[in-house]
């Protein structure tokens, strides 16, 4: 089945720098990968995501990017805030064309340290 | 106001009883998924379902069950047959197969179980 790696599962950075979490993957036909941001005690919220038909996709200070030869594909915030402190996770559809399963990487704890 | 909501958002239960958690969406979402989050263990499918009266096992349904009689609802049972139901629990729904390969899942708040 598809397994989905996180790293690093923590990241501390200072207001206004960049933040970058990586995921890798193991299903070749994954073809959907959403990122999702949770704040302690709440549902995770979807914040972007990517289809492998495309290499890059970039909503405001968020950006996500697809390496799909090297099975990877990453989240990217810029000009870091405190309000973007929480768990990130990515996650992946395995056996492509399942739009009913996701795998996800264990999670990213990011604090922006203000 | 569309969305998910579980219920209870706290429930504590005594070793060998049964409890039920509620998931209910008013998106007019076909599929329904139940995950379960440990710390460091990021989340887990128990048990999904792509349409009415329909449903299959996740990674992790031993000691769970679901039913799916109405589209609206997707309640999940924790059996005294889970060995480690202390967890924080998770409902999702997505369109399902009309939203073609790779639909959105949406989350609801989530239900904190303790067993005592």
């Known amino acids: 089945g598809e397994n989905v790696e996180q790293h690093p599962s923590t990241l501390s950075v200072q207001e206004g720098d960049s933040a970058v979490i990586k995921c890798t993957y193991s299903d070749s036909a994954s073809n959907y990968f959403p990122w999702y941001k949770q704040e302690l005690g709440k549902g995770p919220q979807l914040i972007i995501d990517?289809?492998?038909?495309?290499g890059e996709k970039k909503d405001q200070r968020i950006a996500v990017t697809l390496n799909k030869t090297a099975k990877h594909f990453s989240l990217h915030i810029t000009e870091t805030q405190p309000e973007d402190s929480a768990v990130y996770f990515c996650a992946a559809n395995p056996s492509g064309g399942s739009n009913y399963k996701l795998t996800f990487g264990k999670g990213t704890l990011l604090t922006v340290n203000p | 106001d569309g969305g998910i909501t579980q219920s209870p958002k706290y429930l504590f239960r005594k070793e060998g009883q049964n409890v039920t958690l509620s998931c209910e969406q008013n998106l007019n979402h076909d599929a329904m998924y139940w995950y379960r989050q440990d710390p460091g263990q990021g989340l887990r499918l128990i048990y999904y379902?792509?349409?009415?009266?329909?449903?299959q096992k996740g990674d992790i349904a031993e000691g769970y069950s679901v039913s799916r009689e109405k589209k609206e609802s997707f309640p999940l049972t924790v059996t005294s047959a889970q060995k480690n139901p202390t967890a924080f629990y998770l409902c999702?729904?997505?369109?399902?197969?009309?939203?073609?390969?790779?639909?959105?899942?949406?989350f609801g708040p989530g239900t904190r179980l303790t067993v005592l």
């Open positions: 999702a729904s997505s369109i399902g197969l009309a939203g073609g390969l790779g639909d959105t899942q949406y």
């Open positions: 379902s792509q349409i009415v009266n329909d449903f």
């Open positions: 990517i289809r492998s038909n495309v």
